[in-house]
C-alpha cells in the first residue's frame, strides 16, 4: 500500500472518530427525545442544557471516547506498539488528566478498572468484571496499526482491553471493532468485508476473558445488518435497532448498532455521524465506533474540510495532535516492513 493511502486512512480513522464522537454528543437517551428536540443533527451542535451526562459542552467537543483512543494511540507510538504497561499509562494518566473521580463521563467500568490499577492490582485481572462499551470506543487505533491484518489487531485488541474491560463479552466487541479497521485499512477494502472481519473478531474475543452475562456480539451485528438493510425509511430503520439491538451502555448493544449504522451509511463517514446521532442512546460511542470504522474504509478524502477544520479548532481535539498522531502510527507500520 503506498504511503498516502496509509495516511489518508489513518487520518480517516482518526478524525472519524472524532467526527461520530463529537456530532452525536448532543443526542438525547430516546430516539424521541432527539427527534423532537433536533430532527436530524446535520452540524455540530452544544448539549443541550438538560442533557443527563453532556450538558455544557460547546459544539464540536469529543468526548471520553476520542480521548481514550487518542491517549492509548501517544502511548502505543512511545512504546513503539501495543503493550500492556502503555495502555495502562494512557488509560490512567487519561483518567487522572480529565479528573475521572468526579468526571460524569466516565464509564462504570473504567472506573472500576482504574480505581483497582491504583490499588495495585495485576493489569491483566484488573478489568475482570469490566462489560460495558468502553473497551470498544477507545479500540479503532488497535486496528490502525495493523493495516489488512485483522488477527494482529485481535491479539493487540485483548491487550488493551484487559486493564479495564476483561469479560469475554467486553474482549468480544474490541476485537470486533479493531479487526473491522485492521481489514479497512486495506487498499481493497470493502464494506461487505468490513463486517465479515468484525463479525470474525468477536468470535475470537469471545474465548477470552472472565465468561460473562452478555449476548452474542456477532449475532447482534447479523441482527443490525440485517435491519440496516431493509427496505423501511431510515427513521423506521433506527428505531428498529434501538428497540432489538439497542444502544445502551452494553458493548454487545453498542457494538451491534455501530455495524448497523455503518451499512445504512452505506460506508460514508458523514452520513454514518448523523445516523448515530439520531439513533440516540449511548450515540457519542455509537457514532465514535461506527465513523472511525468509516473513515478508515473510505479514507480523509471523504470528509467535508469544513467538518475537520471545525473539529481542529476546538482546544481539546487540538490538543491531542491528531495528525502528529497519524503520523507516528504510519511510522510504527512502516518500521514493521
Known amino acids: 500500500m503506498s504511503t498516502n493511502t496509509y495516511q489518508s ?7 472519524g472518530q472524532a467526527l461520530g464522537d463529537a456530532w452525536a454528543m448532543p443526542a438525547y437517551f430516546d430516539p424521541d427525545q432527539t427527534w423532537a428536540k433536533f430532527g436530524w443533527i446535520e452540524e455540530f451542535l452544544p448539549a443541550p442544557d438538560d442533557h443527563e451526562v453532556h450538558r455544557g459542552l460547546p459544539a464540536a467537543r469529543i468526548t471520553d471516547d476520542s480521548e481514550q483512543a487518542f491517549s492509548l494511540a501517544r502511548e502505543f507510538i512511545a512504546a513503539g506498539g501495543v503493550t500492556l504497561d502503555a495502555t ?5 494518566d487519561w ?7 468526579q468526571s460524569r463521563y466516565v464509564g462504570p467500568s473504567t472506573r472500576r478498572g482504574v480505581q483497582a490499577l491504583k490499588r495495585g492490582e495485576d493489569p491483566r485481572i484488573a478489568g475482570r468484571a469490566g462489560d460495558t462499551n468502553g473497551a470498544a470506543m477507545r479500540i479503532s487505533v488497535v486496528g490502525l496499526l495493523h493495516p489488512g491484518d485483522p488477527m494482529r489487531a485481535i491479539e493487540d485488541a485483548i491487550i488493551t482491553c484487559l486493564p479495564t474491560h476483561g469479560t469475554n463479552v467486553a474482549i468480544s ?11 479497512a485499512m486495506h487498499p481493497y477494502a470493502t464494506l461487505d468485508g468490513v ?5 470474525m473478531g468477536a468470535e475470537i474475543g469471545r474465548q477470552q476473558g472472565t465468561p460473562w452475562i452478555g449476548a452474542s456480539v456477532t449475532r447482534k451485528i447479523e441482527g443490525a ?24 451502555l452494553a458493548i454487545t448493544e453498542t457494538v451491534g448498532a455501530a455495524f448497523g449504522v455503518l451499512v445504512m451509511a452505506n460506508g460514508d463517514p458523514q452520513r454514518a455521524a448523523i445516523l448515530s ?32 477544520q471545525q473539529l481542529d479548532q476546538d ?14 502510527i504510519q511510522g510504527l507500520i512502516e518500521q514493521r516492513k
Open 9 to 15: 486512512k489513518i487520518l480517516g480513522g482518526l478524525y
Open 88 to 92: 495502562v499509562r494512557a488509560i490512567v
Open 95 to 101: 483518567y487522572d488528566r480529565t479528573g475521572g473521580d
Open 173 to 183: 466487541g474490541g476485537c470486533a471493532v479493531a479487526a473491522a479497521v485492521a481489514y
Open 195 to 199: 463486517i465479515a472481519a468484525g463479525m
Open 225 to 248: 445488518v440485517a435491519i440496516a438493510r431493509k427496505g423501511t425509511d431510515e427513521k423506521a430503520r433506527l428505531r428498529e435497532l434501538y428497540d432489538v439491538i439497542g444502544a445502551s
Open 277 to 308: 446521532a439520531a439513533l440516540s442512546g449511548d450515540a457519542d460511542t455509537v457514532g465514535a465506533i461506527a465513523c472511525a470504522m468509516a473513515g478508515t474504509l473510505r479514507g480523509i478524502e471523504a470528509f467535508d474540510p469544513a467538518v475537520t
Open 315 to 328: 482546544p481539546v481535539f487540538a490538543a491531542y495532535e491528531v495528525r502528529k498522531i497519524a503520523a507516528g
